[in-house]
């Protein structure tokens, strides 16, 4: 009999790795779920190098036992052209919620929906998830075979839902999840959209005008001043136009430069972590960076604890998703201490990272025992916060930009106009 090694999940989200020996993978899956383990791997021990979460079965017979990697490469290479965006995944959620609340069963439902599917990698995914449940398989495990589509956040819950037999409200929930974070990452892009356009402006008029314009004034100022010295503020321009003028190949690649070296810096741990600690302290933005932040902590850790989920397992989750290494480590840390069996509140205090509005809900949530839903109430509230300081950013940002513009123009045209000056008075 074949032996499998698998890595799976315990009740507390804990992850345990081991060998079990079965007829084949599906049923491997199956004696791990009796265990009440959830499986997020198994793989045939003599495939051991296989990558976590791509050697189950349970893909349209495509990946036979022993095919090498080169093959499944070449079987997943059509869905590395295609990326499947958050509206998408959010209306095939919707969708499947409908399908199911209304009694259709799983498989026939994903099975309507990959009809009608136009993205290719999505619809690919579904078709295998429907093999992967008729050969045994769970909602969930069918949706760990996609990692790329479906993060842990909608893995997890899946999870929950199947276990409590509530998928439909699960997916309801997860829906309306995405729906929100969608609507605040919208309305920040959307804020920060006429700004943008101005800066680009502006520095598209400053670079015309220092290339361009001053190059041919400085010409002409040495014909008609016949060597006079030209004003300060007139040779302060002068200086910069020559500057850029002949150094802007280096100044561009210099830019590129350093906006490469941020990105690296930005893949390591470290690097991220100052990159994030800045954000999050920045003069003008780092507010609406913490607020935002904050409210998909709350609203992440609210969702997948009212789905039922182990609530360290959920902060597993919250730590991978929240997309701020600062806040990663402050939850890294509130997992340990309620791992030790503290209360969230005093970890979530002594982080420093959280507001102490946040703390507060926290610890009232957990007196009362409603947490998920006081969660649920600090993100809404953070959402409404997010709004209004995007509203008040937005009318700050303007006229501060438009009168950098004026400043930047109008010291050119002063500078340009004061030898036309002295000119005039030698004419005179």
Same mark, same amino acid.
């Given at each position: ?24 993978? #599906?049923?491997?899956?199956?004696? %791990?779920?009796?265990?009440?383990? $959830? ?10 190098? #296989? ?29 590395? $052209? ?10 095939? #959620? ?47 495990? *069918? ?12 893995? +997890? ?56 314009? %001053? ?32 150094? !802007? ?10 906006? $490469? ?6 893949? #390591? ?18 507010? !609406? ?34 997309? +701020? ?63 209004? *300081?995007? *509203? ?11 009168? $950098? ?24």
């Amino acid at each position: 009999m074949p032996k499998y090694t698998y890595v799976a999940l315990d009740a507390r989200g804990a992850e345990t790795r081991g060998e079990i020996e079965a007829d084949n993978q #599906t049923t491997a899956l199956s004696k %791990i779920r009796e265990k009440g383990m $959830f499986p997020t791997s198994v793989n045939e021990a003599t495939a051991a190098s #296989t990558r976590p979460g791509k050697g189950k079965s349970a893909s349209r017979g495509k990946t036979a036992a022993g095919s090498g990697g080169g093959l499944k490469k070449e079987i997943k290479l059509p869905v590395l $052209f295609s990326r499947v965006k958050t509206k998408e995944l959010m209306v095939f #959620t919707r969708q499947l919620a409908t399908l199911v609340d209304a009694g259709l069963p799983l498989v026939r439902s994903m099975q309507v929906l990959e009809k009608q599917e136009k993205n290719p990698a999505l619809k690919k995914a579904l078709g295998e998830m429907a093999d992967a449940i008729q050969s045994g398989s769970t909602f969930a495990e *069918a949706l760990a075979q996609h990692p790329k589509i479906y993060n842990k956040l909608y893995v +997890n819950m899946a999870k929950a839902g199947e276990v409590g037999g509530v998928l439909d409200q699960v997916l309801v929930r997860l829906a309306e999840f995405m729906e929100k974070a969608q609507k605040i990452k919208n309305k920040v892009m959307g804020a920060m959209m006429y700004p943008l356009v101005v800066m680009i402006m502006a520095l598209g008029i400053l670079t015309f005008l220092m290339i361009v314009i %001053i190059p041919k004034f400085k010409e002409i100022f040495s014909e008609l001043l016949a060597g006079q010295a030209l004003p300060g503020l007139t040779q302060l321009v002068m200086s910069a136009s020559e500057l850029m003028t002949k150094r !802007l190949p280096f100044l561009v690649v210099g830019v590129a430069g350093v906006i $490469f070296l941020g990105k690296m810096a930005a893949k #390591t741990k470290q690097g991220a972590l100052i990159l994030d600690h800045v954000k999050l302290n920045m003069p003008i933005f780092g507010n !609406l960076v913490r607020k935002t932040v904050v409210g998909r902590f709350t609203r992440t850790l609210g969702t997948l604890m009212a789905s039922g989920v182990p609530v360290l397992q959920a902060l597993n989750i919250v730590r991978d998703t929240a997309g +701020n290494e600062v806040v990663a480590k402050a939850v890294s840390q509130i997992h340990d201490a309620v791992k030790e069996g503290e209360n969230m509140a005093p970890p979530i205090e002594a982080s420093g990272v959280f507001p102490p509005m946040v703390v507060s809900m926290v610890q009232v949530g957990e007196e009362t025992g409603e947490l998920p839903e006081m969660l649920m109430k600090i993100a809404d509230s953070y959402d409404d916060e997010v709004d209004n *300081a995007v *509203a008040g950013l937005t009318s700050v940002i303007e006229p501060l930009l438009i009168v $950098f513009l004026a400043l930047v123009v109008g010291t050119i045209v002063i500078a340009l106009f004061l030898p036309l000056i002295s000119i005039i008075g030698n004419l005179s």
